[in-house]
C-alpha cells in the first residue's frame, strides 16, 4: 500500500488530539487560544516539512525529477545535455584577385546574425569559397543556399557582399529538457549493448538537432545498419548532406567495427489532406491542423504505414470540432523503404 502524506487538517487534529492527552482540559482546538495557536503553528511547519521530503523524493528520479535535478541524472548514466550547435556552411566571395581574406571575418546576415570564417581565403578566377561558422550557436544561424550575407568592416579588393555556397545548417539550439529527459529514461531502460539496434538510435540522437532516429538492420544487405534521422526543430526536418555526413561520422566513432553502417535522408513523402470540417471557423481549422501534426510527429516513420483512422480520429479531437468528413485521404497510406510520411496541404471543402 502506498504511503499517503498526512494533510495539514488531519496534522492540526492530531497535533489537537496530543495536547487534549497530555493536558486534559486545555482549549486545544479553538483557534484563539494559547493551545490551540501552538498548535497550528506546529502543524504548519510538520506540512512544510513533509512538503519539502515529498518534493526531495520525486527528485531521486528522472522521470519526476525538476529541470534543476537532471544535470545529476544526467552525469550518472553519462547523458549530458547537448549544447547548442553553430551552424556552418561555405560562402563565396566575390573581387579582384590576390585579395586576401583573413581568418575571422565577419559577415552578417539581414536580421543581423553574424558568422566568422574559419580559413583565410584568397581570391582566385574572381572568387573565393571559404568555410563560416556561425558566431552564436543556435538554431537561429541556419539559412539556405544562396542567402546574401554582408562584410562588416570592409576588406580591399573585396565585394561587401558574399553568397551561402552552401546551406548554413547543423545549427541547433540547446536540448530541451523533455528530449534530455527522455534520453536518459532511454539509458536506463535500454542498457547499452554495443551494437543493438536502439544502441543506434541511441547515436544518432547525441548529435545535436537530431529529434527523432530509426534504425534498419541488414537492409543493405547482411551485415548492414541503415539509419536515419530527422530534424524536427529546423525549418525543414529532412537533413542535408552536412548534416547526414554529421550523424555519418558520431556513429562510425563508436559503432561496431564488423557492422557497415550507412545514415541516409528520408525520403520526404507528402499527403494532402480535403477536409469538410463542422463549424467551419479559423479556429477549429487551426486546431485540426495541429492535431494532424501532432498525429505526424508521433506516429510517421520511414517505410511506415499512416492509418486513415488515426488521421479521423485527430481531427475528431480537435478543439471545436463538432463533425466532419475527412474525403482525402480514404485510405491507409503505405510508403516503401525510405520514404518519409509528411503533413502536406490541407484543402477545406
Known amino acids: 500500500m502506498p504511503f499517503e502524506r498526512d494533510t495539514l487538517p488531519t496534522l492540526i487534529d492530531q497535533g489537537?488530539?496530543?495536547?487534549?492527552?497530555?493536558?486534559?482540559?486545555?482549549?486545544?482546538r479553538l483557534r484563539n487560544s494559547a493551545i490551540g495557536v501552538i498548535n497550528r503553528v506546529i502543524a504548519g511547519g510538520l506540512n512544510s516539512l513533509y512538503k519539502y521530503a515529498e518534493y526531495l523524493s520525486n527528485q531521486?528520479?528522472?522521470?519526476?525529477?525538476?529541470?534543476?535535478?537532471?544535470?545529476?541524472?544526467?552525469?550518472?548514466?553519462?547523458?549530458?545535455?547537448?549544447?547548442?550547435?553553430?551552424?556552418?556552411?561555405?560562402?563565396?566571395?566575390?573581387?579582384?584577385?590576390?585579395?586576401?581574406?583573413?581568418?575571422?571575418?565577419v559577415l552578417q546576415r539581414a536580421d543581423a546574425v553574424q558568422y566568422a570564417t574559419t580559413a583565410d581565403?584568397?581570391?582566385?578566377?574572381?572568387?573565393?569559397?571559404?568555410?563560416?561558422?556561425?558566431?552564436?550557436?543556435?538554431?537561429?544561424?541556419?539559412?539556405?543556399?544562396?542567402?546574401?550575407?554582408?562584410?562588416?568592416?570592409?576588406?580591399?579588393?573585396?565585394?561587401?557582399?558574399?553568397?551561402?555556397?552552401?546551406?548554413?545548417?547543423?545549427?541547433?539550439?540547446?536540448?530541451?529538457?523533455?528530449?534530455?529527459?527522455?534520453?536518459?529514461?532511454?539509458?536506463?531502460?535500454?542498457?547499452?549493448?554495443?551494437?543493438?539496434?536502439y544502441d543506434y538510435v541511441s547515436w544518432a540522437l547525441e548529435v545535436p538537432g537530431v529529434t527523432r532516429a530509426w534504425v534498419y538492420p541488414g537492409e543493405q544487405g547482411a551485415g548492414t545498419v541503415v539509419v536515419r534521422f530527422v530534424r524536427d526543430d529546423d525549418s525543414a526536418i529532412i537533413p542535408d548532406?552536412?548534416?547526414v555526413a554529421a550523424v555519418q561520422a558520431a556513429i562510425d566513432a563508436v559503432r561496431p567495427v564488423t557492422a557497415t553502417t550507412y545514415v541516409l535522408a528520408p525520403i520526404p513523402t507528402v499527403q494532402n489532406f480535403s477536409i469538410q470540417l463542422t463549424p467551419d471557423t479559423v479556429t477549429t481549422r487551426a486546431s485540426v491542423e495541429a492535431e494532424l501534426q501532432a498525429l505526424y510527429l508521433r506516429e510517421a516513420t520511414p517505410g511506415g504505414t499512416m492509418l486513415v483512422?488515426?488521421?479521423?480520429?485527430?481531427?475528431?479531437?480537435?478543439?471545436?470540432?463538432?463533425?466532419?468528413?475527412?474525403?482525402?485521404?480514404?485510405?491507409?497510406?503505405?510508403?516503401?523503404?525510405?520514404?518519409?510520411?509528411?503533413?502536406?496541404?490541407?484543402t477545406w471543402l
Open 241 to 243: 548532406a552536412g548534416e
Open 121 to 197: 581565403g584568397i581570391v582566385a578566377a574572381g572568387v573565393a569559397v571559404i568555410e563560416v561558422e556561425a558566431v552564436e550557436a543556435g538554431q537561429a544561424g541556419n539559412a539556405i543556399t544562396g542567402i546574401a550575407l554582408t562584410l562588416t568592416s570592409p576588406i580591399a579588393g573585396v565585394n561587401s557582399v558574399a553568397t551561402a555556397q552552401t546551406a548554413l545548417a547543423s545549427g541547433a539550439d540547446v536540448e530541451g529538457i523533455e528530449a534530455w529527459r527522455a534520453r536518459i529514461l532511454a539509458r536506463i531502460r535500454k542498457p547499452p549493448q554495443g551494437g543493438a539496434d
Open 60 to 105: 531521486w528520479w528522472p522521470d519526476q525529477a525538476d529541470a534543476e535535478f537532471l544535470p545529476l541524472h544526467g552525469a550518472r548514466w553519462g547523458k549530458n545535455r547537448l549544447p547548442a550547435a553553430a551552424a556552418t556552411g561555405s560562402v563565396q566571395f566575390a573581387g579582384v584577385n590576390g585579395s586576401a581574406i583573413p581568418l575571422g571575418t
Open 309 to 346: 483512422s488515426h488521421q479521423r480520429e485527430a481531427i475528431s479531437t480537435s478543439a471545436g470540432e463538432t463533425d466532419h468528413v475527412l474525403v482525402v485521404p480514404a485510405a491507409n497510406q503505405t510508403h516503401t523503404t525510405g520514404q518519409f510520411p509528411t503533413l502536406g496541404v490541407i
Open 16 to 28: 489537537a488530539a496530543e495536547f487534549e492527552t497530555r493536558l486534559p482540559g486545555v482549549l486545544a
